[in-house]
């Protein structure tokens, strides 16, 4: 792969110059890319197990639904307290049900 002529043909596409494109090209040309963390899996995997929409599930854990969207998008790690709910609600899943009367 010619990254050097990807870049430009993406950069004239564009209209303009980006910067860390060919950063970018080359970490896919050689298998970098995203990196699943294991609490964003364990985020994942909790509500996924509780069959609740993200904002439910948020509602539920009293957290705002945009930082569980960073949580499972990998965009920030969830508190220590937060991973342990998490462990909890993912082995028991009716567990999200008492924390509405929590």
């Not at 980006?18 to 050689?30: I, N, T």
């Not at 990998?74 to 609600?89: A, D, W």
């Given at each position: 792969?010619?990254?050097?002529?990807?870049?430009?043909?993406?950069?004239?596409?564009?209209?303009?110059?980006?910067?860390e494109l060919r950063q970018?090209?080359?970490?896919?040309?050689?298998?970098?890319?995203?990196?699943?963390?294991?609490?964003?899996?364990?985020?994942?995997?909790?509500r996924a197990k509780t069959?609740?929409?993200?904002?439910?599930?948020?509602?539920?854990i009293l957290t705002p639904?945009?930082?569980?969207?960073?949580?499972?998008?990998?965009?920030?790690?969830?508190?220590?307290?937060?991973?342990?709910?998490?462990?909890?609600?993912?082995?028991?899943?009716?567990?999200?049900?008492?924390?509405?009367?929590?």
């Amino acid at each position: 792969m010619d990254i050097e002529k990807i870049a430009r043909a993406i950069e004239t596409d564009a209209g303009m110059t980006l910067d860390e494109l060919r950063q970018g090209l080359a970490e896919m040309q050689a298998g970098c890319g995203r990196v699943t963390t294991e609490a964003q899996l364990l985020v994942r995997s909790a509500r996924a197990k509780t069959g609740l929409s993200q904002q439910a599930f948020a509602e539920r854990i009293l957290t705002p639904v945009a930082t569980l969207r960073d949580w499972e998008q990998g965009r920030f790690t969830p508190p220590g307290g937060v991973l342990c709910l998490l462990k909890l609600i993912g082995k028991h899943p009716n567990l999200i049900g008492e924390l509405n009367s929590a």
